[in-house]
């Protein structure tokens, strides 16, 4: 599969410490991210538990630190970058699931990081959340995106209403 033309890909958003405490090993803040989900495919999904099972759940995979996060951003990346990725992802598929080399888990590679730039054809800055589960029979994966408000309304806000007059 060949990398798609966008110059967007996926980057760990962690807003607070709440994914420290959630999953091991946890991702990176900034580092860049794909869905992840073939890290679960050798493994018998109704017996996942703590933080594997969360990971499975709800979890992007950083590239690099190789931990879980819940919450990604739409970033820019430029093409180098992006190779880099492709290939630290391939180095990953060699050394945790046995690839038999980089040239032979780069097609794997090529497919997951092109899965992940798929999922960011919204504005840059918008935050992706992903829910998986799996029925005992089929696994589905379901990705959902918030993208932060251009203005905001500040009159919605009000609890307290003053009215100043003059004397």
């Not at 958003?13 to 991702?27: E, G, N, T």
């Not at 970033?75 to 630290?88: C, G, K, N, P, S």
């Not at 999922?119 to 089929?138: K, Q, T, W």
């Amino acid at each position: 599969m060949v990398l798609m033309s966008s110059d967007k890909l996926l980057r760990v958003l962690q807003l607070d410490d709440s994914d420290a405490r959630i999953y091991d090993p946890v991702a990176t803040p900034g580092e860049w991210a794909v869905p992840g989900s073939f890290h679960f495919w050798d493994e018998p999904l109704e017996g996942l538990s703590g933080a594997r099972r969360q990971a499975f759940a709800n979890g992007f995979l950083g590239i690099g630190s190789f931990g879980w996060t819940t919450l990604v951003t739409v970033a820019e990346i430029d093409r180098a970058e992006l190779e880099q990725v492709t290939r630290a992802l391939a180095e990953h598929l060699v050394e945790a699931f046995g690839a038999p080399d980089v040239a032979a888990a780069l097609p794997a590679a090529r497919e997951e990081v092109a899965f992940a730039q798929g999922l960011c054809d919204h504005p840059v800055g918008s935050v992706i959340a992903v829910s998986r589960s799996f029925d005992g029979r089929e696994f589905s994966e379901d990705f959902r995106r918030w993208t932060a408000p251009t203005e905001i309304d500040h009159d919605h806000f009000k609890i307290f209403g003053v009215d100043i007059q003059d004397p």
